[in-house]
């Protein structure tokens, strides 16, 4: 069995597994000022699976392109599918609305297991260094969260990124309630199993027990543990996953310029550092935009 890893920039990866292509997240029509990843949605051709790990539009935008494209079942939050099933682009027959505990089969030897998850606190105080300790913002209410939400898509949306951030944002934006439910997915083969989380947050007592052979680990933001934003840094929020899961590898996503000036490239050194001190053993994988990576076989 040949499995390959494609990263397309933010968390979205295309898995090819022997001849079933699997999408994780769907965004790789990006801003023009973002780096290219190498293909655009008009050059997908095959995809059986798109997999959405939650419903903004870095992650979700693009799926229905490819469904539309291809003919693939696109997996997702109940509000994922539904903003999908509203835009009437993709048929119902081409949508699974899944909110963890289902397994599901995309050929007789290969599953998925979704599980539910948690985004990074993006109403929380942030540093723009993955090493630099952030702390505070505990404990604040549901509406306080979705308050502070709602000024910063303001402000993006009207124009304070610049327009060409604004431009895109009018066109890609499903407008999603919050961030629509986070999962994580455990893709299970034969040869081992994948675990893929599209942005930094977990429930500890779902991390426990997966122990997947590749981790592949949104790096960006301030980390969610439990609904509570990490007191620390996003490095140590990494160490802390990957302490919890003990992959043989790991990879990190979410951590390019994906959409400046709103983003920078994320400085991998620190984690690396804190990967190093806290589960030697565990290999750092980078990988370049459309890389082909053999995970296994
Ligand atoms: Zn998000």
């Not at 693009?62 to 469904?67: L, N, S, T």
């Not at 048929?91 to 297991?113: D, F, H, K, M, T």
Request: charged fraction near 20%; proline fraction near 6%.
């Amino acid at each position: 069995m040949r499995i390959t890893l494609d990263w397309l920039g933010v968390a979205t990866y295309r898995l090819m597994i022997d001849d079933i292509v699997i999408f994780l997240d769907a965004y790789v029509d990006r801003v023009p000022a973002a780096p290219p990843v190498g293909i655009t949605t008009a050059d997908i051709a095959r995809a059986d699976y798109v997999l959405i790990g939650h419903s903004h539009f870095d992650h979700l935008w693009g799926a229905e392109r490819i469904a539309l494209r291809t003919g693939a079942t696109v997996v997702g939050s109940y509000e994922t599918v539904r903003l999908l099933h509203d835009s009437d682009l993709v048929p119902e027959a081409q949508l699974i609305a899944v909110g963890g505990g289902e397994p599901v089969e995309v050929s007789p030897n290969v599953r998925v297991r979704v599980f539910p998850s948690l985004h990074s606190c993006i109403w929380a105080k942030m540093t723009g260094a993955p090493g630099e300790a952030c702390l505070g913002d505990l404990g604040l209410s549901c509406q306080t969260r979705r308050r502070r939400e709602s000024r910063l898509m303001e402000a993006v949306q009207g124009g304070e990124m610049g327009k060409e951030v604004a431009a895109h944002l009018k066109e890609s934006d499903r407008h999603p309630r919050s961030d629509g439910g986070a999962l994580a997915y455990l893709i299970e083969t034969p040869e081992g199993s994948i675990l893929w989380k599209d942005t930094s947050g977990h429930w500890s007592g779902i991390m426990h027990d997966l122990h997947p052979d590749l981790a592949l680990l949104a790096a960006a933001g301030r980390g969610n543990i439990n609904g509570e934003p990490v007191q620390g840094s996003l490095a140590g929020f990494i160490a802390r996953e990957v302490e919890m899961l003990r992959p043989c590898k790991v990879a990190l996503c979410h951590h390019d310029n994906w959409m400046p000036p709103l983003t920078t490239v994320t400085d991998v050194e620190p984690i690396r550092h804190e990967l190093g001190r806290r589960a030697p053993g565990v290999e750092l994988i980078e990988m370049p935009y459309l890389g082909g990576y053999r995970v296994f076989g």
